[in-house]
């Protein structure tokens, strides 16, 4: 099987930086994916990792350990539109298997 | 918006009826992917077509079926519906069904069993 387990939420204030980790459990593990998902919203993809390593998009930056079979997204210069649920996310056989999320709440 | 239509918007039904939610894909692509999500069990992997074909399968329950159409615009079928089955159905398109390619979701069906 596979299972994923990342922070259920984190809070920190407007213009700091923010890490939310996931770490995995999966057979044939083929990349770690992150969506955010503003409330009641549809889930937008930010990033995907396939080797070891660090991936920047903007403010937003994501890594990966293939061999501690860990990941983590860092949020930095947070803004208030930041606050939102966060998801990891590993493929495994064509499916692709979300952890529990992250609820982010961004702080004045 | 990332151009993945799902109708309807809101659906609101009783124990044991049967529904449809339909899904358009974005343009162009080939592989259609269903999820449900629901406050006590996440985001749920349910099944995945690639250009008319199942490709993946999740713990879909034998209440609930889905195709793919030539047009490539897809439905899922839900069945015999419980009060558990109410939940946020989306549909999420690809253009080829790539492990790390970013899918797209749509708004998603708002679906309350009553």
């Known amino acids: 099987g596979q299972s994923l387990e990342q922070p259920s939420e984190v809070t920190a204030v407007e213009g700091a930086i923010v890490q939310i980790n996931c770490t995995y459990q999966?057979?044939?593990?083929?990349?770690l994916s992150w969506y955010q998902q503003h409330d009641g919203g549809a889930p937008t993809f930010l990033s995907y990792?396939?080797?070891?390593g660090l991936e920047e998009t903007g403010r937003f930056s994501s890594f990966l350990s293939r061999s501690d079979s860990y990941g983590y997204l860092l949020l930095q210069e947070l803004q208030m539109k930041d606050s939102a649920s966060y998801f990891c996310a590993v493929y495994q056989g064509g499916k692709l298997i979300f952890g529990q999320g992250t609820e982010l709440s961004v702080k004045p | 918006d990332s151009g993945v239509t799902q109708t309807p918007k809101h659906l609101i039904t009783a124990t044991g009826q049967r529904v449809t939610l339909r899904c358009s894909p974005r343009?162009?692509?080939?592989?259609v992917y269903w999820y449900q999500q629901s406050l006590d069990q996440g985001l749920q992997f349910l099944i995945q077509y690639y250009n008319g074909e199942e490709r993946a399968k999740g713990n879909i329950l034998e209440r609930f079926s889905a195709q793919q159409f030539p047009d490539l615009h897809s439905e899922l079928n839900l069945s015999s519906l419980e009060l558990g089955d109410s939940a946020l159905y989306f549909c999420?398109?690809?253009?080829?069904?790539?492990?790390?390619?970013?899918?797209?979701f749509g708004p998603g069906t708002r679906l309350t069993v009553l």
């Open positions: 999420a398109s690809s253009p080829d069904g790539k492990a790390g390619n970013e899918q797209f």
């Open positions: 999966t057979s044939g593990f083929y990349g």
């Open positions: 990792n396939a080797l070891d």
């Open positions: 343009s162009g692509d080939l592989s």
